[in-house]
C-alpha cells in the first residue's frame, strides 16, 4: 500500500464553522506533514509530526489545528477561517525504511473553499 | 530570498520538442527531489539524487545531480503531451532533512 489518503477531497465552509480534514498512511512512515498550495505555486509547509510528536510549526495561525492521533493519522482542524485560507491542503508522509528520509509521498489533497 | 532558484517558470513547447529544467542554489543540499503535478492533484515523486555528478534516467526523463551539490537539471526527451504539468524540485539539507525546500516550479504544457 503505498498511497497517502485524504478525505474530504473537496469543502467549502464558512467562516464561522469548524472542519476537519483528514490524512492516512499506511506505508510506516514516521513523518507526517500538512501543506497549503495555491495555483501554480509551490507547496508551504504549515506543520511537521516527527513519530506523533509535532516538530515543526511554520508560524500558522490558530485557527488552524493540527492533530495526529497516532501514526497512521493526521488531522488538521479548521475553525474561524478566511477567504484568503481558500487553497489546495496537501498532506505528505515519509520516513521508508531504506529511502532518504525526505522522499514525501502526497495525498491527493482537499480543496478548500472559504465563504 | 528564494534559496532555490527553478527555470524557466513557464514553457509551452510542441510534441517531440526536448527541454530542461533547472534548479540552482548557493546552498549544499544533502538530497534532491523531481516532483511532477497535475492539477487538483498532490505532487508526485519521480526521483532523488543524493550523489554529487549522479545521473538518473527513468525512461525520456534525465535527472543530474551537480558535482558541488547545490544544483541540478532535468531533460525531457521528445515530450508528449502526458508530460503537461507542474515540475517541482525541492532540496533536503543536512540537520533539517524533515523540512524540504521548494523551486518555485516550472509549469510545462506540450501541445500536440
Known amino acids: 500500500d503505498t498511497e497517502v489518503t485524504q478525505t474530504p477531497k473537496h469543502l467549502v465552509m464558512g467562516m464561522t464553522n469548524k472542519k476537519s480534514l483528514k490524512c492516512e498512511q499506511h506505508?510506516?512512515?514516521?513523518?507526517m506533514y500538512w501543506y497549503k498550495q495555491k495555483a501554480k505555486k509551490p507547496p508551504e509547509l504549515m506543520f511537521v509530526?516527527?513519530?506523533?510528536?509535532?516538530?515543526i510549526n511554520e508560524s500558522v495561525p490558530s485557527r488552524f489545528s493540527p492533530e495526529c492521533p497516532n501514526s497512521s493519522l493526521l488531522n488538521l482542524h479548521l475553525h474561524a477561517l478566511q477567504p484568503e485560507d481558500s487553497a489546495l491542503y496537501l498532506c505528505?508522509?515519509?520516513?521508508?525504511?531504506?529511502?532518504?528520509?525526505?522522499?514525501?509521498?502526497f495525498g491527493q489533497g482537499t480543496r478548500l473553499t472559504v465563504v | 530570498t528564494q534559496l532555490l532558484e527553478q527555470s524557466p517558470q513557464f514553457l509551452s513547447i510542441q510534441e517531440g520538442e526536448n527541454l530542461t529544467v533547472y534548479c540552482n542554489s548557493s546552498s549544499v543540499f544533502s538530497s534532491l527531489q523531481w516532483y511532477r503535478q497535475e492539477p487538483g492533484e498532490g505532487p508526485v515523486l519521480l526521483v532523488t539524487v543524493v550523489t554529487g555528478g549522479e545521473v538518473k534516467k527513468l525512461k525520456r526523463l534525465t535527472f543530474q545531480f551537480g558535482d558541488a551539490r547545490k544544483d541540478s537539471s532535468l531533460h525531457i526527451t521528445a515530450a508528449q503531451p502526458g508530460d503537461t504539468g507542474l515540475y517541482l524540485c525541492a532540496g533536503a539539507r543536512a540537520g533539517n532533512n524533515r523540512k524540504l525546500i521548494w523551486g518555485l516550479g516550472t509549469s510545462l504544457a506540450v501541445n500536440p
Open positions: 505528505a508522509s515519509s520516513g521508508r525504511r531504506g529511502t532518504a528520509n525526505t522522499e514525501a509521498f
Open positions: 506505508m510506516g512512515h514516521r513523518a
Open positions: 509530526y516527527s513519530y506523533e510528536k509535532l516538530s
